[in-house]
């Protein structure tokens, strides 16, 4: 699913492992959901929302 | 699993499973023919074998571009379970009937029917795992 | 696969790995020792043909137990793929060994291979996954 999530992390000057540190997941995973290949579920959408104090729409575009 | 069903994916698993099914008996009915009346030696020997594993193992393939096609998320999550306790089931009934063969020399068990196994623990966990859902 | 780990989940799996691991060897050396010497018969020879096939299964729940655990479901989530895959490639295995054995009469697979063969046929699918998904 695309996302904003390099710039947001980009905006903080946070690098993937960063991000992962804070969310409790492997680097992998954040480049995972980042490019796209892996959906987060609802629980860690919400952490990265709150963790950017954002809505996960901001974060997440589902384009049909 | 509901027999009649409108999710696509399932029904596209099922119509394969079937011609899956008619193959392997085709191909085992065509094997022991030929192996009864020829006695067929070497390489021939060995592929004819085979013949029949091949359906068979095609059945697990089909199963793989289930999982992979079905869009409702929650199905897709049961099947997934159903296998992982499938191998676990199979695993843990080979390793005791194999250190008894050892040990105690009990008959020895045909490693193609770990497939029959493995089917039959799928099918044994899938209701114990929708259970929770009711 | 990382050894220097700060994953609660993969650290208490390691622990429950070398535990069961220790209590395999101790009771396969056990169930030998005393098969040499003693040659038990009935009731107690199973007992003690099915210890070592304990420590697996017990080793098979403490991965299990792993994969509820682990918190990174994108990691999860590789390695079930990888264990589906190792699902495949075994069950392939193992049909047409069992074909071999019945037509051309292929020497009898050990059926406590299977467990091995799962977990290096894994394995490798794991491996593969890492490299797509850096």
Redesign the interface.
């Given at each position: 699913m695309k996302n904003r999530l390099r710039v947001l992390r980009a905006e903080r000057d946070w690098s993937q492992a960063d991000l992962a540190q804070r969310l409790e997941v492997s680097r992998q995973s954040v480049n995972a959901i980042e490019t796209g290949k892996f959906d987060p579920s609802l629980p860690l959408a919400f952490k990265l929302a709150r963790l950017f104090e954002t809505t996960i729409e901001a974060i997440f575009s589902d384009e049909n | 699993m509901e027999c009649k069903t409108s999710n696509p994916a399932a029904k596209r698993f099922m119509r394969r499973n079937l011609i899956t099914m008619l193959l392997y008996v085709l191909s085992l009915v065509l094997a022991i023919g030929v192996f009864l009346r020829y006695h067929p030696t070497g390489v021939l020997a060995y592929l004819l074998a085979v013949l029949p594993a091949i359906p068979l193992t095609g059945l697990l393939a089909i199963f793989g571009l289930y999982l992979a096609e079905e869009k409702d998320e929650f199905q897709r999550s049961i099947g997934v379970q159903s296998m992982l306790w499938g191998i676990g089931g199979t695993l843990a009934v080979t390793n005791i009937w194999g250190f008894l063969e050892s040990f105690v020399h009990l008959r020895h068990l045909n490693p193609s029917l770990d497939a029959v196994i493995f089917w039959i623990f799928v099918g044994i966990s899938i209701p114990f795992l929708l259970r929770r859902y009711r | 696969m990382n050894c220097s780990t700060n994953n609660p989940a993969k650290r208490r799996y390691m622990w429950r790995l070398a535990i069961t691991m220790a209590l395999y060897i101790a009771f396969l050396v056990l169930?030998i020792v005393i098969?040499v010497h003693y040659r038990p018969t009935g009731p107690l020879?199973?007992l003690?043909?099915?210890l070592?096939?304990l420590a697996?299964?017990l080793q098979?729940a403490a991965f299990?137990m792993y994969?509820s655990e682990e918190?990174?479901?994108?990691?999860r989530?590789l390695q079930?793929q990888a264990?589906?895959w190792?699902?495949?490639a075994?069950?392939?295995v193992?049909?047409?060994?069992?074909?071999?054995?019945?037509?051309?009469h292929l020497r009898?697979?050990?059926?406590?291979?299977?467990?091995p063969l799962?977990c290096v046929l894994s394995g490798l699918a794991l491996g593969i996954q890492?490299m797509r998904?850096?």
């Open positions: - | - | 169930a098969f020879a199973w003690l043909a099915v070592p096939a697996i299964i098979i299990g994969l918190k990174d479901e994108f990691m989530n079930v264990l589906l190792g699902i495949g075994t069950l392939s193992t049909v047409t060994w069992g074909f071999l054995e019945n037509f051309v009898h697979m050990d059926l406590y291979l299977v467990y799962y890492h998904y850096k």
